[in-house]
């Protein structure tokens, strides 16, 4: 069935860094692309999303491009905060192949000062 | 607030016991999802509703069950209970199914003991 692969974590950066978290997946219809959050004691939040092959996410300073060819949705971005550290999911939905909202393990990301 | 209400917060109950755990989605939002947080297993999809109709079912145990009611709250059931099935229970729920951006709750942290 389909699934998402995350890089392991924990990924720990100094502030300013540039950050990338891979994330590949395999599914059998043409899904869609998500990257969640979540803070500290906190539910996941969507953080960007990619519909169609080579579109681009984007949101807060975070970017991923869906790249059918390499079925992959990295995630990027140029200049880490403290306030970035969290978890970070990676998920693909296609209700077209009845797969739900599925996510990778997740990659906690620490960055500091 | 993301709008998704989930009772009880905390939950400790005894192993062989049953438990129903509740979710109001957002105004509006027909999808529900049920998911499982545990640190070795990350986030597992469970179950997804829509408008009262099983919608996707993931690796959700016989032992657990869920509904969706008319006023489009949702209920997951969860008997005989075992140790392992301590974890963070987490609800979101979406307007339609697919790629659209799924809102989740803070989340019930079951304890079995």
């Known amino acids: 069935g389909d699934s998402v692969t995350q890089m392991e974590g924990p990924v720990t950066l100094s502030e300013e860094a540039f950050l990338t978290i891979n994330c590949t997946y395999t599914a059998t219809g043409y899904p869609s692309l998500f990257w969640y959050v979540q803070y500290p004691g906190e539910g996941l939040q969507l953080l960007l999303k990619?519909?169609?092959?080579?579109d681009k996410g984007s949101n807060k300073g975070f970017e991923a491009t869906y790249r059918k060819e390499t079925t992959s949705f990295h995630l990027e971005k140029g200049s880490v905060q403290v306030s970035d550290s969290a978890v970070y999911f990676c998920?693909?939905?296609?209700?077209?192949?009845?797969?739900?909202?599925?996510f990778g393990k997740g990659t906690t990301l620490s960055v500091s000062s | 607030d993301s709008g998704v209400t989930q009772t009880p917060k905390h939950l400790i109950t005894a192993t062989g016991q049953r438990v129903t755990l509740r979710c109001s989605p957002r105004?509006?939002?027909?999808?529900v999802y049920w998911y499982q947080q545990s640190l070795d297993q990350g986030l597992q999809f469970l179950i997804q509703?829509?408008?009262?109709?099983?919608?996707a079912k993931g690796n959700i145990l016989e032992r657990f069950s869920a509904q969706q009611f008319p006023d489009l709250h949702s209920e997951l059931n969860l008997s005989s209970l075992e140790l392992g099935d301590s974890a963070l229970y987490f609800c979101?729920?979406?307007?339609?199914?697919?790629?659209?951006?799924?809102?989740f709750g803070q989340g019930t942290r079951l304890t079995v003991v």
């Open positions: 105004s509006g939002d027909l999808s």
């Open positions: 990619a519909t169609k092959a080579d």
């Open positions: 979101a729920s979406s307007v339609e199914v697919g790629n659209t951006e799924a809102f």
């Open positions: 998920a693909l939905s296609d209700p077209q192949a009845g797969t739900a909202l599925i």
């Open positions: 509703y829509y408008n009262g109709e099983e919608r």
